[in-house]
């Protein structure tokens, strides 16, 4: 039976690349970067050049990256640290309110320790409104964190005119771009951002690793206290073979990042076409004009997602409903929720992403075995009538 991995958002496999550039790294290359004699300069050396290599893919200074465990801390440093530093200024933080739960979980940390939060809403097409951000600034406001694109529906937000409004309040901007790294050509400068966090397992680096970008000259405090690495901002031994690994993904997904989004893109058409072809009943999740090239979040009217994930997943088939953490606990996803959608077509969604090891041959397995099964669910749903019948 074949096997297809459409869950490139989850995860991505490590490249043979970055394996062989971190296996040194484990045995003879094992030095602590702190420590003084060669091998642990060696270490040193090492980091540094994975830092300047994460630096070129977001056209930042190598100085101003710092590692973190992924993505999730980076959002929680952010988060966490830039809201306690702008106290004395005010109190309250906008985010939206399709962000991961490393943003969504963290605020709401805040929000029982006094901050006051506003999750602005989105349209149908997964789009904040520019307007509506500006006019929920008020005179307490200290910190923006909005994600630069969205995990479920790949929705991609105006990042550079919400920095230029944040510029023009005198407010912090973060951005989470744990998935719109490697996806999108990046450059923080031209952006305007402050914060950025990121995240190699999602870029076919290895997990347990990412960064936060500080744009140089903004001080945030510490969220991790301890040693002295990281230029005194994130203490702890270095996840050394992690970075190495993150350092190599980056580069590799720097080198030709136009090319990639324009296949990846294809792919990605190919597959709605195909199955908008062959199966009836579908409704595209979040809007095509602004969105990640590899996702496609699909609703199969009267067939419910879970069942029909299993049912994949008995064929060989990798996708998810909702983010990978949600989808563990089949709940219903708060993207598609507010995004507009009724439950019923909620429940009915399943969020495929292609990434780079995906061919047609696996799309039109995966479109084959969907026909069947839609068909299969439909023939026993009371949910579903056929149009027409
Ligand atoms: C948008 C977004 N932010 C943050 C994270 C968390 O990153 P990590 O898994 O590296 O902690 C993810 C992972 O799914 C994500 O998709």
Redesign the pocket.
Known sequence: MREVYLDY???TPVKKEVLDAMLPYFTEKFGNPSSLYRTGTDSKDAITAARRQIADLIGAHEREIYF????????NWAILSSAKARLKKGNHIITSAI?????LHTCEYLEKNGYEVTYLPVDHNGQIDLQELEASINDRTTLISI?????EVGSIQPIKAIADIAKKHDLLFHT????ALGNMAINVKELGVDMM?L????IYGP????ALYIRKGLMIPNLLHGGAQENNKRAGTENLTGIIGFGKAAELAGRDIENHIKNISKLRDYFINELFDKIDGLEINGGMDSRLPGNVNIAFQGVEGEALLLYMDVRGISASTG???SSATFSASHVLKALGHPLERVYCSIRFTVGDFTTREDIDYVVAELVAMVNKFRAFSPLYEKKGS
């Open positions: 958002s989850a995860t973190t465990s992924g993505g999730t801390e980076a959002d962000e991961h739960h490393a943003i994600m630069y694109a969205n995990n989470d771009a744990v998935q966090s995240s190699a397992h999602k997990k347990g690793i990412g983010s990978a953490c």
